[in-house]
Nanobody, 115 residues
Framework: VHLVESGGGLVQPGGSLRLSCVSS????????MSWYRQAPGKERDLVAT????????DYADSVKGRFTISRDNARNTVYLQMNNLKPDDTAVYYC?????????WGQGTQVTVSS
């Protein structure tokens, strides 16, 4: 299982970014996917999840209405569209999946929201 995130960067408050996570080594369309984030000195927190077929999503309260998770099973890719970004969204963002109870993580992509 291999997960590679991209799309992070520096953005001003109120701006937008779109993160991507390209997956390989497993049957991507059969598994739910999640985005997590970890700010300096804090625990890694769940941001959003999406079901295998993409029909069901869930979000942390802190990002509801601003972030959208989606997936393209033909491209083995899960996305996180982030709008109206705030300084508190600054973190390393990770995508994750689980197979047979074992979690798999990408290397993460840094998102910094600052003026």
């Amino acid at each position: 299982v291999h997960l590679v995130e991209s799309g992070g960067g520096l953005v001003q408050p109120g701006g937008s970014l779109r993160l991507s996570c390209v997956s390989s080594g497993f049957a991507f369309s059969s598994y739910g996917m999640s985005w997590y984030r970890q700010a300096p000195g804090k625990e890694r927190d769940l941001v959003a999840t999406i079901s295998a077929a993409g029909g069901s999503t869930d979000y942390a309260d802190s990002v509801k209405g601003r972030f959208t998770i989606s997936r393209d099973n033909a491209r083995n890719t899960v996305y996180l569209q982030m709008n109206n970004l705030k300084p508190d969204d600054t973190a390393v963002y990770y995508c994750k999946t689980s197979r047979f109870g074992r979690p798999y993580w990408g290397q993460g992509t840094q998102v910094t929201v600052s003026s």
